[in-house]
């Protein structure tokens, strides 16, 4: 006898049971999981990006604008106008975004005093890494509109003699 006849006829191939569908679906979730988690770490690498770039810029304009609330508190027209006392800390707005732009940046300020408000313009440039006022300008919440003279730009500290060195070596 043959084997084939001792067991009966041949039995078709068992049928197929779904393992490779399965695994394809789960690949393809994997998958999806995988772009969808690189593209949300991209956008946080993007947005952390943007805020440290901001945060640079606020602290590099920093003195500048302080100069410039400074100049505006002195200036006898605003004291005239908004009346006395003036505020000694304003939020000041940047009017760009990005990296700080040496050829000129643009910022404002709102200033209450007791006799009104006003809205503070001011420009500003840097030159040989000083940051330097061209223009503030100050429009009334009653429509007058006037200039402040800018402070004169201050450079970093140096000093140029040398003291322990002797005469005859400078």
Do not use: Y
């Amino acid at each position: 006898m043959s084997s084939s006849s001792q067991f009966g006829p041949s039995a078709p191939p068992p049928p197929n049971s779904g393992g490779r569908t399965i695994l394809m679906i789960v690949l393809i979730v994997l998958g999806v999981l995988l772009l969808l988690c690189a593209g949300i770490c991209g956008g946080c690498a993007l947005f952390f990006n943007r805020a440290a770039t901001e945060v640079n810029a606020a602290i590099e304009l920093r003195p500048i604008q302080e100069a410039a609330l400074a100049a505006v508190r002195s200036d006898p027209q605003v004291k005239d106008k908004l009346g006395e006392p003036l505020p000694e800390f304003v939020l000041h707005i940047r009017d760009g975004s990005g990296e700080v732009k040496s050829a000129g940046e643009n910022f404002h300020f709102d200033l209450d005093g007791p006799k009104g408000s006003a809205k503070v313009l001011c420009s500003a440039t840097k030159e040989a890494g000083t940051w330097r006022l061209t223009a503030i300008t100050v429009q009334t919440s009653e429509g007058a509109t006037f200039t402040v003279p800018p402070p004169a730009a201050t450079g970093p500290d140096v000093r140029f003699d040398m003291p322990d060195v002797p005469e005859e070596t400078k």
